[in-house]
């Protein structure tokens, strides 16, 4: 994205003989950020992501709540029994380490799931 299509126009003719360019238009979604553009310049939004993460889930339909986790639950890996996708869980978790990285005010959300991925089991 360029803050013009002169400057777009003489980037891809400057990189083009050393790599192969594609021009794709206006960025729209990129790594899970939904980009709008306004009078102010750019709204980025992880809306979708987040929805995409609920839906994977089987979340979509839960009821909030103000504080989404046992604050003061124990965990540990040895308690309970397997998940049976475990694969699945860890790729719920990475998908939220992404939605924290890129949106700091949700920092709730790493540590509970962080603490049993490696070997994830249900209570």
Same mark, same amino acid.
């Given at each position: 994205?360029?803050?013009?299509? =002169?400057?777009?126009?003489?980037?891809m003719n400057?990189?083009?003989?050393?790599?192969?360019?594609?021009?794709?238009g206006?960025?729209?979604?990129?790594?899970?950020i939904?980009?709008?553009?306004?009078?102010?310049?750019?709204?980025?939004?992880?809306?979708?992501?987040a929805?995409?993460?609920? =839906?994977?889930?089987?979340?979509?339909?839960c009821?909030?709540?103000?504080?989404?986790?046992d604050?003061?639950?124990?965990?540990s890996?040895?308690?309970?029994?397997?998940?049976s996708n475990?694969t699945?869980?860890?790729?719920?978790?990475?998908?939220?380490?992404?939605?924290?990285v890129?949106?700091?005010?949700?920092?709730?959300?790493? =540590?509970p799931?962080?603490?049993?991925?490696?070997?994830?089991?249900?209570?």
């Amino acid at each position: 994205m360029t803050s013009s299509t =002169m400057l777009r126009a003489t980037l891809m003719n400057l990189f083009s003989p050393e790599f192969s360019l594609k021009d794709l238009g206006p960025l729209d979604y990129f790594l899970g950020i939904t980009v709008t553009p306004n009078v102010n310049g750019l709204f980025s939004s992880q809306q979708t992501y987040a929805h995409d993460i609920l =839906m994977r889930a089987g979340m979509k339909h839960c009821n909030t709540i103000k504080t989404p986790v046992d604050t003061n639950g124990k965990q540990s890996i040895h308690s309970g029994s397997s998940y049976s996708n475990p694969t699945e869980y860890r790729s719920l978790e990475g998908a939220l380490q992404l939605l924290k990285v890129q949106s700091p005010y949700l920092c709730h959300i790493r =540590m509970p799931t962080g603490m049993v991925a490696r070997t994830p089991e249900a209570k």
